[in-house]
T-cell receptor, first 114, second 119 residues
Framework: ETGVTQTPRHLVMGMTNKKSLKCEQHLGHNAMYWYKQSAKKPLELMFVYSLEERVENNSVPSRFSPECPNSSHLFLHLHTLQPEDSALYLC?????????????FGQGTRLTVV | AQKITQTQPGMFVQEKEAVTLDCTYDTSDQSYGLFWYKQPSSGEMIFLIYQGSYDEQNATEGRYSLNFQKARKSANLVISASQLGDSAMYFCAMREGTNMNTGFQKLVFGTGTRLLVSP
C-alpha cells in the first residue's frame, strides 16, 4: 500500500472543463511535488511545495494551478487544457534534510484531454 | 545543466539471470545523489536504491546493486536473480547537490529502460 494516494486514477476531460487532481500523503513528509510523464519523454518536474510554500514552478502554463492547503494534501487544478496535456501526472513527497531523502510517488492520474 | 542518459530503451533477461541497466549522467556539481526507480504498469514510481556522490562503496539493497563509477559518470543498476515481477520500466534519476540541505529535492530523470523478464 502506497503512502502517497492520488485521485482520480483516470480522468477524461474536454478542453473547456475544469477539474482537479488530488494527492494525499500520510508519511509525515514536508515537501510535495507534481511531475508530468508524457509518452517517450523523461518525467518533468512541474511544481514543488516545501512546508506548504511553493518553491519551484518550472515554467508551467497557467492552465495548471497547484494548491497546497496543508503538508498532507496537494491539488492540481486544471482548466482549458490542450490535447498535448494528456499524460500521467504523478505526485510525490519527501521529508527533511540529509542524504537519502528519496521521494515517494503515488500511482498517478492518467489524464486524457479530448 | 544536468542530464541523465539511459541508452537502452528495452532489455530482455531470462528468469534467475542477472541484468545490468545502464545510466550515465552529466553534472558540474560536486555533491549530488543518484536514484533508481521502478515503474510497473500500475504507474507508481517505486524507489529502489540510492548512491551519494561521496559514497565510497557501491550501494546495495537486496537483489539491487548500483555500479557507481564516478570518473566515468555512470551509475548502472544491477539486478541479480531476475524475477518475473521485475518486468517494468526502470528510471535513473539525479538530485541536484545544491538542494541537499533544503528539505526538498529536484530530480532529473532519464527516459527509462523497459525490462522484460521471461520464464
Amino acid at each position: 500500500e502506497t503512502g502517497v494516494t492520488q485521485t482520480p486514477r483516470h480522468l477524461v476531460m474536454g478542453m473547456t472543463n475544469k477539474k482537479s487532481l488530488k494527492c494525499e500523503q500520510h508519511l509525515g513528509h514536508n515537501a510535495m511535488y507534481w511531475y508530468k510523464q508524457s509518452a517517450k519523454k523523461p518525467l518533468e518536474l512541474m511544481f514543488v511545495y516545501s512546508l506548504e510554500e511553493r518553491v519551484e514552478n518550472n515554467s508551467v502554463p497557467s492552465r495548471f494551478s497547484p494548491e497546497c492547503p496543508n503538508s498532507s494534501h496537494l491539488f492540481l487544478h486544471l482548466h482549458t487544457l490542450q490535447p498535448e496535456d494528456s499524460a500521467l501526472y504523478l505526485c510525490a513527497s519527501s521529508h527533511g534534510t540529509g542524504r537519502a531523502t528519496e521521494a515517494f510517488f503515488g500511482q498517478g492520474t492518467r489524464l486524457t484531454v479530448v | 545543466a544536468q542530464k541523465i542518459t539511459q541508452t537502452q530503451p528495452g532489455m530482455f533477461v531470462q528468469e534467475k539471470e542477472a541484468v545490468t541497466l545502464d545510466c550515465t549522467y552529466d553534472t558540474s556539481d560536486q555533491s549530488y545523489g543518484l536514484f533508481w526507480y521502478k515503474q510497473p504498469s500500475s504507474g507508481e514510481m517505486i524507489f529502489l536504491i540510492y548512491q551519494g556522490s561521496y559514497d565510497e562503496q557501491n550501494a546495495t539493497e537486496g537483489r539491487y546493486s548500483l555500479n557507481f563509477q564516478k570518473a566515468r559518470k555512470s551509475a548502472n543498476l544491477v539486478i541479480s536473480a531476475s524475477q518475473l515481477g521485475d518486468s517494468a520500466m526502470y528510471f535513473c534519476a539525479m538530485r541536484e547537490g545544491t538542494n541537499m540541505n533544503t528539505g526538498f529535492q529536484k530530480l532529473v530523470f532519464g527516459t527509462g529502460t523497459r525490462l522484460l523478464v521471461s520464464p
